[in-house]
């Protein structure tokens, strides 16, 4: 999709590490051990091609944590994990060795801690970079096979050709673990003219 | 006319409306707050009154900050915060923050225990009001912690199990045994102890985590002793237990080792096998004085259980190594262990150039005693002479039976032929002496040929074929007679 300039989708891009190194240095505040983070793409497709993306590089089984936020862009945010992982990152976080079979309630309540510290650093930092405001609701962990991802980020809700995803691969690294995510963002396009022109006025005030 | 789930929507609606939002609040189980922009508390409700100690009255127009004064963890005032003033939500699970709100609620025998809570911080759209709800879910935390202690000893004694099972190793599985107890009660140092065979004395089998001046100690663990915690255990058949070792009696002489290995307390689960037999006992020496707790009782028992089956495993292993290697009548090694043993020796003899006899031993007459007393005389009669000539023997030296009435005897070094030739001569005497059986007396002699390494062969095949050619030429020269050929 070309609504945005190279010039923007850098900004973007470098925006977006801004935000995840933030989070990165809340999370080893939080568990006493270096926590690191990195994007190593960003790519902004139609809900068509996020379909196809989701099935293509997603596996079967996903575990992820869901926030809707409101502002200068309005949508849904998440994080997806593969399930099989996603305990194994709680319990990396929770400093436990051992794994259990399935992820009980506190673990989702980790889950969700997780990707919210994530969500809100990458959206906080998006917004406060442009001046712009946004507001983000309370974070939902959910288990759900692949197929069901689609409802579950109420990806055709409306009209799919007024909806834009940012997807965004994030690596994991702490104490021996490593895993590869996805943050998605599903942004209402009707918010998306605010969005290109926050990233104008802020390349502007550059030059 | 409406369907029905017009009508329904249209009084759901219409309860809705009519419904007093601030008695739904004050009716919820779990703690509901309304902040305002500035972090001040401008709704509470029952539930929190209730938990916190604070009249509504008082807490309104406040922050939490005031009402708990340096009391809150700094994630949690900053999330606050973060939601408030820049409208972020915010959860805050109790696996990452363990101490939250300084709130308690009473157990079912009353007393006050921290209350283990998860928070979920919510700016609510379209006005400058942030709700804070605090989830009790100290039941959640309870089950989890059951679920992954349970899940721990699981695992680790699934790695015991599997040790038994491949391999054979006695000593590792008893190993991991102790070391699984040392991570489950943690400050304890432990030890396997067996009874010998005379079943009066209890030795160390495996202590992974006490030193070597500690396992000496237990050389002198008699059962016709004074009693200690370890004797009583066997001598009982149950968990005996010395809370403070430096102040029990048994303990005196032992104190100064005790101090030292920071031993405070002594725990011994006896280890019962198959057919109720106490073999050894599975000790547990805390750091701090004390009993053990129902649960350190069931992982004892569970752990002497894998104790005993790893003991009888191994007794097992070694009985049918033993059956393997040994012919059954006599006791004496067979054909199989005759060739491992006289392997070793020629290598063993070979490189300290050493001398070293074989004999083979056929007896004359065996075959009428068979005929005229029957196989059951034949058979006792081979086991009388079968332990006659291991009593001429030196411990090192090997007496096999590998035939019906054949014998082959190793003498592990010989200085000159004349030393062989004069243990033959003992031998021949020892067999020929008539056996008492009943109101029978057995007798026979024997025919033996020797041959000696180097000399007469440098394999285990030459020299067996020559001494059995020096046995016929004994037999020939008229029996009862030992023949070297040279």
Redesign the interface.
Known sequence: MDLFSADEHDLIVELMNLGVGRAAHALSQLVSDEVLLSVPRLEFISVPEAQKAFHKDLPPFLAGVMQSFEGFINGRAALLFPEARSLELVNAMIGEELTADEITELEHETLAELGNILLNHCLATLANQLHEQIRTDIPRAFSISAEELSGTLNLNQGNPENTLVMLVQIDFSLRNSALRGYLAFIIDLHSADTFVSALRSYLAELL | MLSSSESSGFCLTEILDNLDCTELLHSLDGGVLLLDAECRIIFCNRWFSRHTGFAESSMLGQTLNQLFPGQLPA?LLDAIE?ACY???????????HKRLLPLHRRTPSGELQPLRQ?I????L?QSELTLVQCLD?TN??K??QH??AG??IL?LERRVLELIATGDSLDMALDEICSTVEQLIPHTATAVMLLDETRNLLTIKSAPSLPASFNGREKGLMLSGTPTTCTQAVQLRSLAVTPDVQQDDSWQYWSDTARELHIAACWAQPIIAAYDEVVGVFACYPQTPGSPSESDRQLLQRMAHLAAIALERHRRMERIRFLAMHDPLTGLPNRSLLNEHLGRNLRRAQREGQQFALMFIDLDGFKQINDQHGHDAGDDLLSVLAGRMTQQLRGTDTCARIGGDEFVVMLETVQNPESAGLVATKILRCLSTPVQRGQQTLQVSASIGIALYPHDGTSADALLTHADDAMYQAKANGKNCWSRVT
Not at chain 2, 120 to 123: E, F, N, Y
Request: hydrophobic letters at 35%.
């Open positions: 994630p973060t820049q409208r972020m939500g915010r959860i805050l699970s109790y696996q990452l998860s979920l911080i919510k700016p759209s879910i959640a935390v089950r989890e679920l992954r899940e721990r695992k």
